[in-house]
């Protein structure tokens, strides 16, 4: 079946430090990809999204880039704020099927000033 | 309102008790969702509602019982519930179950004394 393997966590950075989280995935097909960022207190919110191979999702600085080849879809910026402490899930959709999306276990970043 | 909102954001309630979640969307979507959230847990799939069917029950208690009475609403019913069922109980909707993305909505913080 689908799955998602995201890199453990907790990831601690200094302010401005580039950022890389990595994500890896099983499926069949030609699935849509997510990153979505959980800030404390509150639900998940989407972050970005690739709907199809070398497409690249951007938004707030972070980007990341559907890669069939490697199956990844690695979340990065280039410099980070204290503001970018979250949790981040990578999260895949199956395009066939009846099958919701499938998360990872969310990787918790903490950006020290 | 716009997007996905839960009520109430916090709920106590002691193990004899009856209470319910609210979750509504405002998006037009035909799915939506029920996740359960606990601390150093991965996000947990409970329930999935399509065009207000139930398609997804992934082996959850009984005394979980979630309603579906038209496409912007859903409900999780309480009862009788235990302490390690407290979680954070996120609502998600999307426009079908395959293929697209989820919304998130702010959680209900639930706390079973």
């Not at chain 1, 069939?68 to 503001?83: A, I, R, Y």
């Not at chain 2, 996740?35 to 996000?43: D, E, G, I, R």
């Not at chain 2, 979630?66 to 235990?82: A, G, V, Y």
């Not at chain 2, 954070?88 to 004394?113: H, N």
Request: aromatic share 10%; hydrophobic share 30%.
């Amino acid at each position: 079946g689908n799955s998602v393997t995201q890199m453990e966590g907790p990831v601690t950075l200094s302010e401005e430090a580039f950022l890389t989280i990595n994500c890896t995935y099983t499926a069949t097909g030609y699935p849509s990809l997510f990153w979505y960022v959980q800030y404390p207190g509150e639900g998940l919110q989407l972050l970005l999204k690739a709907t199809k191979a070398d497409d690249k999702g951007s938004n707030k600085g972070f980007e990341a880039t559907y890669r069939k080849e490697t199956t990844s879809f690695h979340l990065e910026k280039g410099s980070v704020q204290v503001s970018d402490s979250a949790v981040y899930f990578c999260a895949l959709a199956s395009n066939s099927g009846n099958t919701p999306l499938v998360f990872g276990k969310g990787t918790r970043l903490s950006v020290i000033a | 309102e716009t997007g996905v909102t839960q009520t109430p954001r916090h709920l106590v309630m002691g193990m004899t008790n009856k209470k319910s979640l609210k979750c509504e969307q405002h998006l037009g979507h035909n799915a939506m969702y029920w996740y359960k959230q606990s601390a150093k847990k991965p996000l947990e799939l409970m329930f999935v509602y399509s065009l207000e069917e139930r398609v997804e029950n992934n082996s959850v208690p009984s005394r979980f019982s979630p309603e579906c009475p038209n496409s912007s609403h859903l409900f999780l019913h309480l009862h009788t519930l235990q302490p390690e069922d407290s979680a954070l109980y996120l609502c998600a909707s999307s426009q079908l179950t395959a293929g697209y993305e989820q919304y998130f909505g702010p959680g209900t913080r639930l706390t079973v004394t």
